[in-house]
């Protein structure tokens, strides 16, 4: 595969607050969601997901979502988006001032008729009225494609598949397609391969990619997507979260560790890691589970040693 | 940085049972380390670190080498070795079968003065009639350099003297040189940069790629190290050990994550991994603690999963 050369400029999204809390079982009140994106937010992280309006029935965690955009302090150059399934979501995320937000189809048939209720195409005619509202109201809209490495159900997913919910997305007006590894299967060279399928149909530039670590492997398929040229990374804070359908495994890769991939490699993230790393702390906390970033236990075992050391 | 093609076959250099638990507070009785090899050579692994002759004043750990290698079954085309430091370690070794010994020096000044108070030259110098008494015996000898990608006290190393401490051990009859990310900061470009610069030196069919997780980085160094050529990898079982300069910190890959990422890359290693992830457990129930394999904790969770949707 040819090797292209690296972004300079690496976005990050956090998911943290949205995707990470929503697949942890300990509630987390308002305030400490809101205390939580304060403090990326003055790590000098840029793009917070910060809510689904997603049935309270379904997902508890996020029932709190219009409070949660309300109480946040905003600021310039900081945008805030929310997850919404449908047109009733888009308003309370519009109610609730997002500058941005989500809609998710799945790369495998079966994972949405699973988790949706209905086919991959059906899914994206659904969005159809979403989209059209949104851009009226001059609200961006990202678009996710989960199963994009390999399904629970259906096993490995082909890269043609998948470009073809991406660019359906990217056709009807979402500005970003992020394609989420939802079960952590893949590994660099599949990531690629599929990454490279999806740059035929939508530019590179418009692509994000949104790994879980369930196997150790997100790192490596960081680096093998800045390979492809990818330069938009989704992650969350202390690696929250997990896998919905790997009990106990972990999901999402840490904030902090690809911040450190990209300090490490010369690209610019606008993060500043320690400041980052207690967000993390904090987080981990308020949830009593301690964190999954290895670059954060580093940074408190090395701490720890200091402080031993000095008394 | 141009990309070679990918090797067909990966070996696994198995370092559990010396670098692994070497590192490990947890005493483990002879009995256990010769299951736990056992175990890894029904597995499939063709190459482990059984011991080091070191002095057991300093590693206590490591005082029962002689008997693990008496105990263990022998099987052909299972190498077994031993780290030695010195002639009298070679001898140990010796009476003690080994098919082959290592021998260590470090790419950063300060720490082998520190580690083993000399300078690189000097410890260069001190192995050379431990390897010529090796290579008469007919016993081959792998170097170790440590540091590679960084120093606790020398923070970056220069790639040009990695690869002088590489061609020097090369020279003197090293049939093979392990690079170790000793304190696990490396990231992807700096591991290629550092293999590009030895490979100048050292055939790269002669080198190995030993990294440590303490950052999680690296199965990202590994297939970074894939993409310079590199075909020969270190790594632990369950992740034992850990980083002697960061308590707490993770240490070696996890053999279980390294073979994942070889089987899914169609990269033969010859081990199979669900008898490699029960290994695995053996040893973290002797030790007491969690396995740092992600893979191993993935299979786990959907083992576990299954089981209660059975029952």
């Given amino acids: 595969m040819p090797e292209k050369s690296f972004p300079t400029t690496v976005k990050i ?15 987390v009140p308002t305030a400490m969601k809101v205390e939580l994106i304060g403090r990326l937010v003055r790590a000098g992280v840029t793009t917070i997901e910060a809510a689904a309006f997603v049935s309270p029935k379904w997902v508890p965690q996020m029932a709190d979502g219009f409070q949660v955009l309300r109480e946040i302090d905003r600021h310039q150059g900081v945008v805030f988006s929310a997850l919404v399934p449908n047109l009733k979501g888009l308003e309370a995320a519009l109610e609730a001032k997002c500058d941005e ?11 949405s008729q699973k988790n949706i209720n209905c086919s991959i195409a059906e899914s994206i005619d659904r ?16 678009g996710y494609v989960s199963c994009v490495l390999g399904c629970p ?23 970003e397609i992020s394609l989420g590894d939802t079960i952590g299967t893949g590994t660099p060279l599949n990531a690629r391969r599929m990454i490279e399928a999806c740059a035929k149909d939508v530019p590179v530039s418009a692509l994000a990619g949104h790994f879980h670590d369930t196997r150790g492997m997100a ?9 492809s040229g ?3 990374f989704d992650s969350s804070v202390s690696g929250i979260g997990g896998c919905p359908y790997s009990p106990g495994a972990t ?18 993230t606008g993060v500043n890691l320690p400041a980052l790393v207690e967000a993390g702390e904090f987080i981990s906390t308020v949830l009593g589970r301690e964190t999954s970033s290895r670059v954060a236990r580093a940074m408190a075992a090395r701490r720890a040693r200091a402080a031993s050391s000095h008394s």
């Fill in 101 to 111: 937000v989500a809609v998710f189809a799945a790369a495998s048939e079966t994972f």
């Fill in 153 to 175: 159900f259906d096993g490995e997913i082909d890269p043609h598949q998948v470009a073809l919910v991406a660019s359906g997305l990217y056709q009807m007006g979402c500005y």
């Fill in 13 to 27: 999204v956090e998911v943290g607050p949205r995707d990470g809390l929503q697949n942890e079982p300990t509630f």
């Fill in 251 to 268: 999901g999402n890769v840490a904030t902090e560790d690809v911040v450190y991939l990209c300090d490490e490699l010369g690209l610019t």
């Fill in 230 to 232: 990818i330069a938009i």
């Fill in 219 to 227: 790192i490596a398929n960081v680096y093998a997507a800045l390979q």
């Fill in 127 to 142: 969005f159809a009225p979403v989209l059209e509202r949104a851009l009226r109201e001059g609200v961006r809209v990202r």
